[in-house]
């Protein structure tokens, strides 16, 4: 009896070793969105940004290339690659704001000028 439960125990764990695990699509979808997104605000125009949008791109790519291969590990380097997206994003939106608050302060400083004789 023992040793058909660890036999049967040796078995599932085989079999587990065995499946392969594929990047989820929702997965890939929020990655390529988060992309999509970074470019589209001009994180290529912020060093910071674009290093960490290029990064993206390549760690979706391998991810992709690792889902196909069979390799468990496709799904983290997935998640890797949808953090640096997104810090991308996030970097080149805070160039933004930042340029837009300096603007605003500036015009700021006009129209109080104009109004002091």
Do not use: F, W
Request: hydrophobic share 45%; proline share 4%.
């Amino acid at each position: 009896m023992m040793t058909k439960v660890m036999t049967a125990l040796a078995v599932l764990g085989l079999a587990g070793c065995a499946t392969t695990a594929p990047v989820p699509p929702y997965q890939l979808d929020r990655t390529l969105a988060s992309i999509r997104g970074a470019e589209e605000i001009g994180a290529l125009g912020v060093p910071a940004a674009a290093l960490h949008l290029q990064l993206a791109k390549d760690e979706t790519e391998e991810a992709q290339k690792m889902a196909t291969s069979g390799d468990d590990r496709s799904q983290l380097v997935m998640a890797r690659a949808q953090s640096d997206a997104e810090l991308a994003l996030g970097l080149a939106r805070e160039v933004r704001v930042h340029s837009d608050a300096v603007k605003a302060g500036e015009e700021l400083k006009a129209v109080r000028a104009r109004g002091n004789p």
